[in-house]
């Protein structure tokens, strides 16, 4: 059977690359051992705005306001059952794996501030590579953080782990180096990591080995032509995953389960690294129950341009931790996009409440998680009314993207809206900007909020945002425009002629700029 042959929502190697004819294919071999791997690391050496500015790589669903407000309350429920959270334990460490396009580190750093300014922890950020990690490190978002201590950046390799190397701080963090609480994050990272598949066939336990095809693995490639799966004896089952792997054989139907070989390296560098208590919180598309497991084909790859994801076994994850002494935490009803998984290792010491812990985690995934929200998500950006548009942009922790969504009908209705309305947005506008993290994206956030200032004509507001706009967009005429209209509103008429003229040279035909310079050419006349 083929890939080809596999559930719905992946697709053959072969239609994901353009359908080449291949060279001939080499012998099978374990899935995690194949030459696709090579290729989905060229594809994410990528940088940011290739990847996540474009879109090619979905992030909307854990780069978002609204998760990272979870990812924080989750993290400060773990870090008050810490023994000697009141002062007796050493500085936490929070690790983020594959952190793309930086914006959720940015986010979840502004919650964690929000949330407990007096936290004194470390934030490092991480990725394999070493571009992408310089590119953060000089990103002007990121400043105030490195400035106050709370931000550090280091190249991890999840196929090679090993000693962190902080950029910032000079400090190296080695297998049991700390002995202070450790907290991972891993969002839509193990799905993109080397896996292993495993089939039960009539009570038995087969591996699943991919053919590779012969064609050199580029990124420009057309096409490598056809995977194909087949099966064979377990030459060899990691002493580590027997138990698991053996339980499904027992208790499963005929199916095909897969080991996130990959994120297990993340796992166990993070409880590797201090004698302390670890708290590590994984988001992927995945299965969560046995019965989710139940019936599987093949696996299927889902294509992201040229790269892929495949599903993330959460079950496995669980059951792995819990031998191993810990805890897991897994939603407790379906997920419909998005599993959001805490996985935690109490240490020598021990924490507090367990029990506690894991209602208070299930209550942040569920009630008011991220898989909810982004189920929930299309309605906000269907609101009409003005309350219903500032009670959407409150629930999602003022989402930029959602501003943006909602500012033609923001437009209509802000003129009319009362003075104490016009107050309150205008506080929501200004969390919108705090909100935002450019990642390259074709989007002048600035922009959008000058001209809903000025709807409601605080042009002072306006033009402190106009500024930033035609700052960072010097040939944008609608900023040259909407800057005019603002210089206007405060009745420095020269200005806002000078601003109509500049829109003019960059768009000659922009009819509103010239109606807008005659009517100021009328009123300087008469000043």
């Not at 060279?23 to 989905?40: F, H, I, N, Y």
């Not at 420009?220 to 002493?239: K, S």
């Not at 812990?357 to 950006?381: E, I």
């Amino acid at each position: 059977m083929t890939v080809m042959d596999a559930a719905p929502e992946g697709k053959s190697i072969r239609s994901m690359f353009g359908g080449r004819t291949a060279a001939p294919a080499g012998p099978p071999r374990r899935l995690s051992e194949s030459d696709l791997w090579d290729r989905q690391r060229q594809f994410y050496e990528r940088d940011a705005a290739a990847l996540w500015g474009t879109a090619t790589v979905p992030h909307g669903i854990t780069g978002n306001p609204r998760i990272a407000a979870t990812y924080a309350r989750v993290t400060l429920e773990f870090l008050r059952r810490v023994p000697g959270a009141d002062g007796g334990t050493p500085d936490p460490v929070l690790i983020e794996f594959g952190g793309g396009s930086g914006r959720f580190a940015y986010l979840l750093l502004q919650a964690l501030r929000d949330l407990a300014p007096d936290l004194r922890a470390t934030y490092v950020l991480t990725d394999f590579s070493a571009q992408r990690v310089a590119g953060w490190a000089a990103h002007p978002a990121f400043r105030p953080f490195v400035d106050e201590g709370r931000l550090d950046f280091a190249v991890v390799d999840a196929d090679r782990p090993g000693p962190l190397e902080l950029a910032v701080s000079g400090r190296t963090l080695g297998p049991g180096e700390l002995t202070g609480p450790v907290v991972g994050i891993a969002n839509y990272v193990f799905d993109t990591l080397r896996q292993d598949s495993y089939a039960v066939r009539g009570g038995q336990l087969l591996e699943g080995r991919v053919t590779d095809p012969g064609d050199p693995l580029r990124p420009d490639a057309g096409g490598i032509g056809e995977l194909a799966w087949v099966t064979a004896p377990c030459a060899d089952v990691p002493a580590d995953l027997a138990g698991i792997l053996h339980h499904y054989r027992d208790t499963l139907d005929d199916t095909t389960v897969l080991v996130p070989t990959g994120g297990l390296r993340c796992l166990e560098l993070v409880t590797g690294l201090t004698t302390g208590p670890t708290c590590m919180l994984v988001a992927d598309k995945g299965h969560r129950t046995p019965v989710e497991l139940c019936s599987q084909p093949e696996p299927a790859l889902v294509p992201h341009g040229s790269g892929f994801s495949l599903m993330v076994n959460f079950d496995l994850l669980a059951r792995y931790v819990r031998a191993r002494g810990g805890w897991a935490v897994l939603p407790a009803q379906p997920a419909r996009s998005l599993v959001v998984g805490v996985f935690a290792h109490p240490g020598p010491a021990g924490l507090g409440n367990p029990d506690g812990f894991a209602a208070a985690v299930q209550d942040q995934l569920l009630d008011t998680g991220p898989d909810n929200y982004f189920t929930l998500r299309p309605l906000l950006g269907a609101a009409t009314t003005l309350e219903a548009m500032l009670a959407g942009l409150r629930l999602s922790r003022f989402e930029p993207g959602l501003f943006i969504e909602l500012l033609p009908r923001l437009l209509a209705e802000l003129p009319g809206a009362a003075e104490p309305v016009r107050a309150e947005v205008a506080q929501v506008l200004n969390r919108v900007w705090r909100c935002w993290f450019p990642i390259g994206e074709p989007v002048d956030l600035a922009l959008c909020l000058g001209l809903a200032f000025s709807a409601m004509d605080r042009f002072p507001q306006a033009v402190e945002y106009l500024e930033l706009s035609t700052k960072e967009h010097p040939d944008s005429a609608p900023a040259a425009f909407a800057m005019a209209v603002a210089r206007r509103g405060l009745h420095d008429l020269r200005a806002a002629d000078e601003w109509a003229r500049r829109a003019l040279a960059v768009e000659p035909g922009f009819s509103q700029a010239r109606a807008l310079r005659a009517m100021l050419a009328a009123e300087l006349a008469e000043d």
